[in-house]
């Protein structure tokens, strides 16, 4: 427990660990500042070695994709495909995975000459392969189709195109059910038989070591004709896997973090016209950016319009239409904006009259409600009421959604268990998508109240403290340090910091900080906070720079201020 948020009287939460070792040690073997060393162990990183691997993570680190199951039957079909010239072509899901992973593997094909089909299907065509695709797509004389970001669940779909003469290789990352299909290959690394050390992969992430362990195969067997260099495919990969919240360790962190630098480094065309059309805050590309500006306008394509769109975008090698097909992106994203704010008006009114308050689950259905966006506006619901979601719409002669679990919840274990009353599931751990008849919602409802064992309610503090800190070690050394712990998103968040300041004034948003040196501080509030009448206090802080009149400063954003008793 953090000494420094002991009796607080919100009960602000400490995940730093019991101490077995020393961090000060730690800290002075790496020759990193006091604070960094309590980082660590905070993470879990006790060593140095493991310490070194985590902040100064190599490329030849990653793990070997042969490792992935059918990766020797995916890559062997593949070739043949190239060397006889067949038909090939990717299918791919509509989101921000899938659109990046047909784009890494469509830019790798271009790269050695080949040039393949590409099928994105509609929102409501459904998630995952379909049969009236299949059909269109063995008329068109395709052999080889690769599905990425979807197929684990496709069993019939993929028997009709085996009947057809199209063999199918997936490459996905979705919970296979236990009667898989069998496709030429089925590269996923949540199969109960993978050897993959990391199985928390987004689907661009299989992708990119599908097309790692292609490229090991054409050179040894002398089919390139020139060193195709995949450090810069790493910028998809970054959107594909913060876009589906993978955690960012081990082989994640890896490719994120080269990704980020590949970005920062050598920017390609979608970039730059980010930056053309002023749209990223002070022209910074960091998780923040990536978060609620790029990837927003890369999903809202495939929810309210064509992904085709978003995946042209990406692609593209031209600045003009790059710039344009922004434009674009950036007005669906608007759309879709209002249309999620009417939605989630309304559900809380609904959710104020009912009698939510003492269930453990919702589960909503409106058949006016948008399918592109009940997947995000579950997450809202989920994120503000502190239980599993499941928001549905009407798609034809049935109700189709999207569920979000939260940390406890087996959000696809839990639906799986309920598939007498679905006509179809899928998803993972902390999402799902189902489809079931409207008779049956009543009885899904009752028993997936049933089996949740318990809410997820948040504790109205919600915020882990990671660490207590003095303003004194809030140096540019240490930031230094915050530079190679990042990047920050799932299983590795940015720190939690317990400040404890001798004063406060608050202007709106804003505050001015005295720390016990006298020394003024800045920072802003993220949430709705007040500042405590009595006692001493402390704040809950993470830390950003910020650029005034071009000189570089620390930042505080608070998240909550505490009033310490004891």
Not at 241 to 263: C, E, H, Q, W, Y
Not at 443 to 460: K, N
């Amino acid at each position: 427990m953090d000494k420094g948020t002991e009796g607080a009287e919100n009960k602000a939460q400490s995940v730093e660990p019991e101490i077995h070792g020393n961090p000060r040690l730690l800290a002075k073997e790496l020759g990193i500042p006091d604070l960094a060393g309590r980082l660590l162990y905070s993470r879990g990183i006790f060593d140095p070695d493991n310490a070194d691997k985590f902040l100064y993570p190599k490329l030849k680190d990653l793990s070997d994709p042969f490792l992935l199951p059918d990766i020797d039957e995916g890559v062997g079909r593949t070739v043949e495909a190239i060397q006889k010239n067949e038909n090939i072509c990717l299918y791919g899901d509509y989101d921000a995975d899938g659109v990046t992973s047909v784009a890494i593997l469509s830019n790798f094909f271009h790269h050695i000459g080949i040039n393949p089909g590409i099928y994105i299907p509609g929102r409501y065509d459904g998630y995952g392969l379909n049969i009236n695709a299949v059909k269109k797509l063995k008329e068109q004389g395709v052999s080889l189709l690769i599905c990425l970001d979807c197929g684990s669940s496709n069993r019939e779909e993929i028997e009709q195109a085996k009947s057809y003469g199209i063999d199918i290789i997936v490459i996905d990352h979705h919970e296979p059910p236990k009667a898989r299909p069998a496709p030429v290959a089925l590269i996923n690394p949540k199969r109960a038989d993978s050897r993959f050390p990391t199985r928390e992969l987004a689907a661009c992430g299989v992708t990119f070591f599908y097309v790692l362990a292609l490229r090991r195969r054409l050179a040894h067997m002398g089919l390139l004709t020139h060193p195709v260099n995949l450090k810069k495919e790493l910028d998809l990969v970054v959107i594909g896997s913060m876009g589906d919240m993978v955690p960012l360790v081990n082989d994640n962190r890896i490719l994120v973090k080269f990704g980020m630098a590949t970005m920062r480094k050598s920017p390609r065309t979608w970039l730059k016209a980010f930056h053309s059309e002023r749209i990223l805050y002070n022209g910074v590309i960091d998780e923040y950016a990536l978060n609620f500006v790029v990837i927003p306008r890369i999903n809202a394509a495939g929810r309210i319009s064509d992904a085709r769109r978003a995946l042209d975008f990406l692609v593209s090698q031209d600045d003009t239409d790059a710039c344009t097909l922004l434009v674009e992106l950036n007005e669906t994203n608007r759309k879709r904006q209002k249309i999620e704010e009417n939605i989630l008006r309304e559900i809380s009114g609904s959710l104020a009259n009912g009698d939510f308050d003492t269930r453990k689950s919702i589960v909503l259905y409106n058949q006016s409600w948008h399918l592109g966006v009940v997947g995000i506006v579950a997450q809202k619901v989920m994120e503000k009421y502190g239980k599993p979601a499941i928001i549905l719409t009407r798609v034809g002669d049935y109700l189709k959604g999207s569920g979000r679990g939260g940390n406890g919840i087996d959000l696809h274990g839990t639906v799986a268990s309920l598939s007498p009353f679905l006509l179809k599931y899928g998803g993972h751990r902390f999402a799902c998508g189902i489809a079931l008849a409207e008779e049956n919602l009543k009885l899904f409802i009752d028993a997936f109240e049933e089996r949740i064992e318990a809410p997820i309610t948040l504790p109205d503090k919600k915020y882990i403290v990671d660490a207590r800190a003095g303003f004194e070690e809030l140096t540019m050394e240490f930031m230094e340090f915050m530079e190679q712990l990042s990047p920050f998103g799932m299983g590795n968040p940015r720190p939690n910091l317990m400040l404890f300041p001798s004063a406060l004034k608050q202007n709106n948003r804003m505050v001015r900080i005295s720390d016990n040196n006298n020394k003024i501080w800045f920072g802003s509030m993220q949430g709705q906070c007040e500042i405590p009448r009595n006692g001493p206090l402390g704040i809950i802080v993470t830390l950003t720079f910020k650029e005034l009149r071009g000189e570089q400063f620390i930042h505080l954003n608070i998240k909550d201020i505490v009033s310490i008793t004891g």
